[in-house]
């Protein structure tokens, strides 16, 4: 086994909120909570003090804290904060094992002998994590193996922030921790269902007992839970800094300017990420201007970025930027001071490295496409993507080529469409009627009731039969803003043929929407 020494930043996932740019409405000492899939997964000591807790439904914990700052979990967003922890760390401790954003695991032997002791190795590491990040709060666990370490580290406290097992007595330790530790869901409401509470009690079965009932899960489990799973600690150097901020010599004005003046310091960048093993698939490029503004953007590529698709993207931020300027009413244009590139999730470069027969015809199409919209611009070569949206019209969105990363969040959207969507979209809608079993036109109530069961569908000469439907859905969008309000309600029906249809009604008149294929 491998004395491990774990650190433990509690909450982690809320300090990188408060730390990227990107989430400028969360700001230290505001209350806030992460959600997935609209439920609380995270949430700061604020918020918690109020109330709030992981589960919680959104509503529910913004009813009960109406401060309570809202932002979306974001994985990518808590590594990259924890990399440049890591890096930081990296002048006093340069190997690690990383567990998970905000969870490093450390060598104990030569921590010990190079700071005196493994207590004295802690402090250094919470020291050195504080200085590094001042939002962070660290916590120690000190074991003879890694999940027993780990389970320390995790049930410390804010007041005794260090728990150290002695050498030899992690099963000792680990016999009155509860069984959520063994992070097995269905095993661990198996086993409270046999009324069992504590890792004490499951390993009391016996190894026999566990393996005939449990098989090969239920024996590592076994090992976990005596301290004995005999996972080796993975160490690896530290991540490289994949920041380069570029000062130019002479504030610039034209995108070209900057574009020439940082060619050269790009083509190095690109160097040095590549001589540290990795790639950029994932960037943000930050903009200084001359009165101290920044602007902010997060770019993503097929594959990976070379020097010359960094400047293709400096200039399409740039133009972007400057159209936006000359939009608003300004004595001076803007003047650019520096550039700022940040890898986000770097990846392993032999993960990237072509196949014996090349990189394959995918390579090929991203390069002609990238070379044609390097001449034209950004938006001048777009893929058709699908964002959320109530109306099918909505879902609908051109995107360009290599940039998947401006879109709405995911997660449920209140008046939106069952799953699936239609596939076919008609830019028009097309005029029909929807008949009832009387030949009246059906007429929805104002409490979307429909005054007959749609029997018919007739399109102009063509008259088809309804053999099932469901709905109305209503949309009910900008009711507070008579000018652009908009009431419509959705209904889907499939024909004598098969054939599936959204058909929409408004201002008393029905359309065909989208054809279900």
Not at 83 to 88: A, G, K, Q, Y
Not at 137 to 166: C, H, K, M, N, W
Not at 286 to 299: A, F, M, N, P, Q
Not at 326 to 333: A, F, L
Request: some cysteine.
């Amino acid at each position: 086994m491998t004395r491990s020494i774990v650190l433990w930043c509690p909450r982690w996932p809320v300090v990188a909120a408060y730390r990227d740019d990107s989430c400028a409405e969360a700001s230290p000492g505001e209350p806030l909570a992460l959600i997935h899939s609209g439920v609380v997964v995270e949430c700061s000591l604020d918020a918690t003090a109020a109330g709030v807790r992981p589960g919680m439904k959104r509503r529910e914990a913004h009813t009960l804290l109406p401060a309570l700052v809202l932002i979306p979990q974001d994985e990518h967003r808590d590594r990259a904060a924890f990399d440049r922890v890591l890096i930081e760390l990296a002048e006093y401790v340069p190997q690690h094992a990383v567990l998970g954003p905000g969870l490093v695991a450390f060598g104990a032997r030569g921590l010990e002998r190079f700071y005196g002791s493994e207590e004295a190795a802690s402090r250094m590491l919470v020291d050195a994590l504080v200085r590094s990040e001042p939002l962070a709060e660290g916590r120690i666990g000190i074991a003879d193996d890694l999940f027993t370490a780990v389970t320390a580290a995790q049930s410390t406290s804010a007041r005794y922030p260090l728990r150290r097992v002695e050498p030899g007595e992690q099963q000792f330790f680990l016999s009155e921790m509860p069984l959520d530790v063994l992070g097995d869901a269905d095993t661990v409401s198996l086993l409270q269902r046999l009324g069992l509470h504590t890792l004490g009690d499951f390993v009391g079965l016996g190894l026999d007992a566990i393996r005939e009932r449990l098989g090969v899960p239920g024996e590592r489990l076994f090992h976990l839970a005596t301290g004995q799973s005999g996972a080796p600690l993975l160490v690896r150097d530290a991540p490289q800094d994949t920041r380069e901020r570029m000062e130019l010599p002479e504030s610039c004005t034209l995108v070209e300017q900057v574009a020439f003046g940082l060619k050269a310091r790009t083509q190095e960048y690109e160097t040095r990420v590549r001589s540290a093993g990795v790639v950029i698939t994932r960037l943000r490029i930050t903009v200084g201007y001359d009165d101290g503004l920044e602007h902010s953007r997060i770019w993503n590529h097929p594959r990976f970025f070379q020097a010359a698709d960094l400047l293709d993207r400096v200039r399409w931020q740039l133009e972007q930027a400057f159209r936006d300027a000359q939009s608003v009413e300004r004595e001076v244009s803007p003047a650019i001071s520096w550039v700022e590139y940040e890898a986000l999730d770097p990846e392993d470069i032999a993960s990237h490295e072509p196949g014996l027969w090349g990189a394959g015809p995918d390579s090929r199409v991203h390069h002609v496409l990238s070379r044609v919209q390097g001449l034209v611009g950004a938006h001048g070569v777009v893929t058709g993507t699908s964002r959320r949206g109530r109306l099918p019209s909505d879902t609908q969105v051109l995107t360009a080529w290599g940039d998947y990363e401006n879109q709405e969040a995911s997660g449920p959207l209140p008046g939106s469409l069952p799953s699936p969507l239609p596939a076919t979209i008609f830019s028009t809608p097309r005029e029909v009627s929807v008949l009832g079993q009387d030949g009246d036109e059906v007429s929805v109530s104002a409490r979307a009731e429909l005054s007959s069961s749609p029997a018919w569908l007739v399109s102009g000469a063509r008259r088809v039969k309804v053999t099932s439907w469901a709905g109305p859905w209503p949309v009910w969008e900008r009711w507070w803003d008579p000018a652009r309000s908009r009431f419509v309600h959705r209904l889907q029906v499939v024909d004598d043929q098969g054939m599936g249809w959204l058909v929409s009604l408004c201002n008393q008149a029905w359309s065909l929407e989208a054809r279900y294929d």
